[in-house]
């Protein structure tokens, strides 16, 4: 139904910056909720960033204050600008699309293929 291709992952040094995009597909349709998740090897998927159609964020403590989430509905693309970024950010980046605010990949049945972000110190 809804399909996301991720972009922008790369390699950079700590204290770098990357912009990540989204691009989607399909209808997401009233009430949806965008966002990040990660996975680095031999770790669990985690929630990073969201924000509902009402544009209401949510971040993890991880990385608030550095990552940013942000949507552009005419593109119809999400975006993270990822900012004073750490060796641990280092992970494939994935960006999902439900209709709950609960960053836990259950909560989300669309994902796109992914993009590796890979930060050194």
């Known amino acids: 139904q809804v399909h996301l291709v991720e972009s922008g992952g790369g390699s950079v040094q700590a204290g770098g910056s990357l912009l990540l995009s989204c691009e989607i597909s399909g209808a997401t349709g009233n009430n949806y909720y965008l966002a990040w998740f990660r996975q680095a090897p031999g770790k669990e998927r985690e929630g990073v960033a969201g924000i509902g159609s009402d544009s209401i964020t949510t971040y993890a403590a991880s990385v608030k204050g550095r990552f940013t989430i942000s949507k552009d509905a005419a593109k119809n693309t999400l975006y993270l600008q990822m900012n004073s970024l750490k060796p641990e950010d280092s992970a494939v980046y994935y960006c999902?699309?439900?209709?709950?605010?609960?960053?836990?990949?259950?909560?989300?049945?669309?994902w796109g293929q992914g993009t590796q972000v890979t930060v050194s110190s």
């Open positions: 999902a699309a439900g209709r709950s605010r609960v960053l836990v990949p259950r909560s989300f049945p669309n």
